[in-house]
């Protein structure tokens, strides 16, 4: 009986041999703060003071913003970009907000050639970035 039993178990464990287990569908966890929410509700004007906060504290300047809007997702991150004239030089922004409600900012000729997207703006906010 214990010669039978070993036998049918080293057959059971040679016929899994080769076979692979089943593979069930892995979708990424995607973790959003509330700030990455907040920004997609914004008018122009509150955006524009949310994007030029994030570039000031970044060490950076922005004077004006002209122009701004929803990149996209890059990873775990919402893009964004910031068109800023100081004086009569634009230069574009990129500012990624975080899922802990951190900002990083990026000059977008920085980031060209690379695997982030480019600056191009997807969704703009309603209203106008005047005086902003």
Known sequence: MRTRLVLALGLAALAACGQSPQQTEQRPIKVRSPEMDELH???????AIALKRAIY????????VTDAGFVG???NVDMWMARCVDGNDPRDW???AGPDGSAQVRDCKDIVGTEVPPCEIKKRPA??????
Request: proline share 0%; net charge negative; hydrophobic share 35%.
């Open 57 to 64: 504290d970044a060490g950076y300047s922005c004077k004006r």
């Open 73 to 75: 997702e890059y990873e």
């Open 41 to 47: 509700k914004l008018d122009a004007m509150n955006l």
């Open 127 to 132: 209203g106008t970035f005047e005086s902003a």
């Open 94 to 96: 990129a500012v990624f």
